[in-house]
Every structure is written in structure tokens, then in C-alpha cells.
């Protein structure tokens, strides 16, 4: 019998738009993913403004204004909804990787910790 082999689990630096569509993007494969984000929250300033329609599938060349703290709202609640976990408040400093698996290095208030990734 061959041997077993671990889940693949993906991890994304950022929930921002990129980071949380890349997530949703691997759920939707089927593919184990953990977002680290450094912000509590939501930031309130828009960054990015516009969407591009090719960005949305759609044939229309056109582009959609949307404030980007709507977008990751919406992105973050598809992530976690299709099973990603999203991680907050923590600062991501550097991985490991060993026989055993993976931890990440993040910073929270100051502390550091170590999270089990793998």
C-alpha cells in the first residue's frame, strides 16, 4: 500500500483583495488554506477603486467602481464560508520547515508565536 500523504495546506501572506481571492481561488480546488493578516480588521481606506471587468469574468469592457473594504468584506466571508481559515492581528515574520512540517513566525502585541501550519 502506498504510504499516506498529508493534506497540502497553502498559506497566503495578506488579506488584502489578492491574498483573499488566492484563497478563495484554492478552496474552490479543494486545496487546505490559511490567510495571516496583519490588520485586526477591514482597513476603511480604499486603496484600489475599480474592478475590471475581464477581473469578473465578464465580456464587457467596462470597469466597476467598488470600495475595495466592500470587496474584501465579500472575499473574506466567501473564504471562510467555502472553509478557509483566516487569521488576524498577526504579523507574519519568517516559516520553518522541517520533517515534521511547517510553523510560521508571526508577531502579535509585541509577542512573538508560533503557529503550526502543516
Known sequence: MPPATATPVRRVVGAGPTG???GCLLRHHGI????IEQRDG???RTRAVMVHASGLETPFPYYVNVPQPDVEAVLAARFTTAGGRLLRGLR????????????AETVTDGA????TLL
Do not use: A, F, S, W
Open 20 to 22: 483573499l481571492m488566492l
Open 32 to 35: 487546505q488554506c490559511t490567510v
Open 42 to 44: 477591514i482597513d476603511p
Open 92 to 103: 507574519y515574520t519568517r516559516h520553518q520547515q522541517d520533517e515534521h512540517g511547517v510553523t
Open 112 to 115: 512573538p508565536h508560533t503557529i
